[in-house]
């Protein structure tokens, strides 16, 4: 019995030894958990430039998150990354413009929120736009009484033509303004062809097409319309043709906002001529100019656009990334280049070069105030022009250097530096240049598609240094949101001295904005009326809109 009983006991000991060593385990991993939380679930997105990082933790799903904590997050992280805060619509055919959901993947994320109400106004204006769009009835109805070339009263839908005009800068930026006008005004945006439109950008607008169809009656008149023709609203005013009292409008009027535009066609920017276009059923608008900041001083329209950017300085930043998704064709070539060249880099300095100077470059004044500028602003390191021993290290910081110009001798030059002197920080520097076209050739399709691919380009860069008047520069740095440097103009053949400046904001400027009083009737500086709409870094007479708080 004493045996048995110590039997009895050894086996309960056994059973308890061998308990332990199967809860022992079990618990130490519990332990690890609490301790070090899953990273997929504490990680955040601040970085997106990370491709590989990013498709991972595209498709991943947090560890040990289950049923609606699950689902939280990949909501999440699809409406502040492809849906880039809202700003965008779901529910594209992604395969037809790979861009559209993909961009989050190759920039950081902006900083720069959409407000909530631009957010309900885009969605709005996607509703009307497919109500009225292309071969709806609506549209078909107010084509008709276009047709007629009678004068009506009220319509179901207003709309706006854009014509294709100008270089591709221009373009995009005169295009925004002219987009944000239909928000303000209610009406649908119809988009000139063109060329080249199609092939370089997606439809931005779900369901219906933004293009305009080519048998629009009109079309074959948009290369002769001009500030003298019968339908142009400036030379209506001039010689006394518009009657703002008369029940019935025009079925349209061309407006002439072009940068050679008269006193009369200015009047554009006028309340009262406002008041006037409002029941005008087709608007058709030709225009090279950036003229956001000319809607800021338009009183009807000052509340709506504080309610749409509280941050007024990123009318652009928003209204750009909203509608221009490069096309399939250009996405192409942006993303293989940046995964090449780009994508391994620690920083990435972007240049835009453009000389306005009907000699051939480059020009050595020009390489003088690049360099300065760089240098000074310590955006690019210094070289040991002694060529001192430098022991390179392992963990060296890599900077990659975008170069868009025409000519290629700027990037050359650079290159050479970098390639023939160590720098001073042991920092390694790689100048890469997409294009070299030699002088701007904008009727012709492959140059535009290079020129579209670049300004992207330039748009993902950490750092960025344009050129004075290009809005090759201006349409960059609004994409990225980006405070450039901004080179100034030379003269004389000579560096400017200091060689550029911070931009006060990320929004383009207005190279040729009225100066008129429309209360008093009379000439006025309205780059001092109020204090977000101010003159330009580059060009003094012009306007660019700024946040209140934005320095000097």
Same mark, same amino acid.
């Given at each position: 019995?004493?045996?048995?009983?110590?039997?009895?006991?050894?086996?309960?000991?056994?059973?308890?030894?061998?308990?332990?060593?199967?809860?022992?385990?079990?618990?130490?991993?519990?332990?690890?958990?609490?301790?070090?939380?899953?990273?997929?679930?504490?990680?955040?997105?601040?970085?997106?430039?990370?491709?590989?990082?990013?498709?991972?933790?595209?498709?991943?799903?947090?560890?040990?998150?289950?049923?609606?904590?699950?689902?939280?997050?990949?909501?999440?992280?699809?409406?502040?990354?492809?849906?880039?805060?809202?700003?965008?619509?779901?529910?594209?055919?992604?395969?037809?413009?790979?861009?559209?959901?993909?961009?989050?993947?190759?920039?950081?994320?902006?900083?720069?929120?959409?407000?909530?109400?631009?957010?309900?106004?885009?969605?709005?204006?996607?509703?009307?736009?497919?109500?009225?769009?292309?071969?709806?009835?609506?549209?078909?109805?107010?084509?008709?009484?276009?047709?007629?070339?009678?004068?009506?009263?009220?319509?179901?839908?207003?709309?706006?033509?854009?014509?294709?005009?100008?270089?591709?800068?221009?373009?995009?930026?005169?295009?925004?303004?002219?987009?944000?006008?239909?928000?303000?005004?209610?009406?649908?945006?119809?988009?000139?062809?063109?060329?080249?439109?199609?092939?370089?950008?997606?439809?931005?607008?779900?369901?219906?097409?933004?293009?305009?169809?080519?048998?629009?009656?009109?079309?074959?008149?948009?290369?002769?319309?001009?500030?003298?023709?019968?339908?142009?609203?400036?030379?209506?005013?001039?010689?006394?043709?518009?009657?703002?009292?008369?029940?019935?409008?025009?079925?349209?009027?061309?407006?002439?906002?072009?940068?050679?535009?008269?006193?009369?066609?200015?009047?554009?920017?006028?309340?009262?001529?406002?008041?006037?276009?409002?029941?005008?059923?087709?608007?058709?608008?030709?225009?090279?100019?950036?003229?956001?900041?000319?809607?800021?001083?338009?009183?009807?329209?000052?509340?709506?656009?504080?309610?749409?950017?509280?941050?007024?300085?990123?009318?652009?930043?928003?209204?750009?990334?909203?509608?221009?998704?490069?096309?399939?064709?250009?996405?192409?070539?942006?993303?293989?280049?940046?995964?090449?060249?780009?994508?391994?880099?620690?920083?990435?300095?972007?240049?835009?070069?453009?000389?306005?100077?009907?000699?051939?470059?480059?020009?050595?004044?020009?390489?003088?105030?690049?360099?300065?500028?760089?240098?000074?602003?310590?955006?690019?390191?210094?070289?040991?022009?002694? *060529?001192?021993?430098?022991?390179?290290?392992?963990?060296?910081?890599?900077?990659?250097?975008?170069?868009?110009?025409?000519?290629?001798?700027?990037?050359?030059?650079?290159?050479?530096?970098?390639?023939?002197?160590?720098?001073?920080?042991?920092?390694?520097?790689?100048?890469?240049?997409?294009?070299?076209?030699?002088?701007?050739?904008?009727?012709?399709?492959?140059?535009?598609?290079?020129?579209?691919?670049?300004?992207?380009?330039?748009?993902?860069?950490?750092?960025?240094?344009?050129?004075?008047?290009?809005?090759?520069?201006?349409?960059?740095?609004?994409?990225?949101?980006?405070?450039?440097?901004?080179?100034?103009?030379?003269?004389?053949?000579?560096?400017?001295?200091?060689?550029?400046?911070?931009?006060?904001?990320?929004?383009?400027?207005?190279?040729?904005?009225?100066?008129?009083?429309?209360?008093?009737?009379?000439?006025?500086?309205?780059?001092?009326?109020?204090?977000?709409?101010?003159?330009?870094?580059?060009?003094?007479?012009?306007?660019?809109?700024?946040?209140?708080?934005? *320095?000097?």
């Amino acid at each position: 019995m004493q045996a048995k009983r110590f039997g009895s006991n050894g086996i309960t000991f056994t059973q308890i030894f061998a308990y332990c060593l199967v809860a022992l385990p079990i618990i130490f991993a519990i332990s690890l958990i609490f301790r070090h939380p899953s990273s997929d679930r504490t990680m955040g997105f601040a970085d997106a430039r990370v491709l590989e990082n990013r498709e991972v933790k595209q498709n991943a799903t947090p560890i040990g998150a289950g049923g609606s904590e699950g689902v939280l997050f990949q909501h999440a992280d699809k409406y502040n990354g492809k849906l880039l805060g809202g700003l965008l619509a779901d529910g594209f055919d992604e395969a037809a413009c790979t861009s559209r959901y993909s961009s989050f993947l190759y920039r950081k994320i902006s900083l720069h929120k959409p407000s909530s109400y631009l957010i309900s106004r885009l969605r709005s204006y996607e509703d009307l736009h497919k109500r009225c769009g292309p071969n709806t009835q609506s549209y078909n109805k107010a084509l008709e009484q276009l047709k007629s070339g009678n004068k009506i009263g009220l319509t179901d839908c207003n709309y706006i033509v854009w014509i294709s005009f100008s270089g591709l800068g221009n373009r995009i930026l005169s295009l925004a303004s002219t987009f944000l006008y239909a928000l303000l005004t209610n009406r649908v945006l119809l988009v000139d062809q063109g060329k080249d439109m199609a092939d370089l950008f997606c439809d931005p607008f779900p369901d219906k097409s933004w293009l305009l169809p080519r048998d629009f009656p009109l079309i074959d008149q948009f290369d002769s319309f001009n500030q003298n023709s019968p339908h142009c609203h400036g030379n209506m005013l001039k010689n006394n043709a518009i009657n703002s009292s008369a029940m019935s409008k025009p079925s349209y009027l061309y407006l002439h906002l072009v940068h050679d535009y008269g006193d009369h066609d200015k009047l554009f920017f006028c309340d009262g001529e406002q008041s006037f276009l409002e029941n005008v059923p087709w608007l058709i608008m030709k225009t090279d100019n950036y003229y956001v900041p000319s809607l800021f001083l338009i009183p009807s329209f000052e509340k709506e656009l504080s309610n749409l950017f509280p941050e007024k300085g990123t009318v652009f930043h928003h209204l750009g990334r909203y509608l221009f998704h490069p096309s399939n064709h250009v996405w192409g070539l942006i993303t293989r280049y940046y995964r090449t060249y780009l994508a391994k880099a620690d920083e990435r300095i972007g240049i835009q070069i453009r000389t306005f100077d009907s000699r051939r470059g480059p020009f050595k004044h020009v390489m003088d105030q690049i360099l300065a500028c760089t240098l000074r602003e310590k955006l690019l390191p210094a070289v040991d022009m002694q *060529d001192s021993v430098v022991n390179p290290s392992e963990n060296a910081k890599l900077k990659a250097v975008l170069v868009t110009s025409l000519l290629s001798g700027y990037s050359e030059d650079l290159r050479n530096m970098y390639w023939e002197h160590p720098t001073m920080t042991g920092e390694v520097v790689g100048v890469y240049q997409p294009s070299h076209e030699e002088f701007q050739q904008t009727e012709k399709q492959m140059h535009n598609r290079k020129a579209w691919a670049e300004m992207y380009l330039l748009s993902l860069t950490d750092v960025l240094v344009t050129s004075a008047w290009s809005t090759f520069g201006y349409v960059a740095q609004g994409l990225g949101g980006l405070r450039p440097w901004i080179l100034y103009k030379t003269e004389n053949d000579t560096a400017p001295d200091p060689p550029c400046r911070r931009a006060m904001s990320t929004e383009p400027c207005f190279h040729a904005p009225p100066f008129y009083d429309c209360k008093a009737k009379k000439g006025i500086d309205t780059g001092t009326l109020v204090p977000h709409v101010r003159h330009c870094e580059d060009i003094s007479w012009g306007l660019k809109v700024v946040d209140d708080h934005d *320095d000097l």
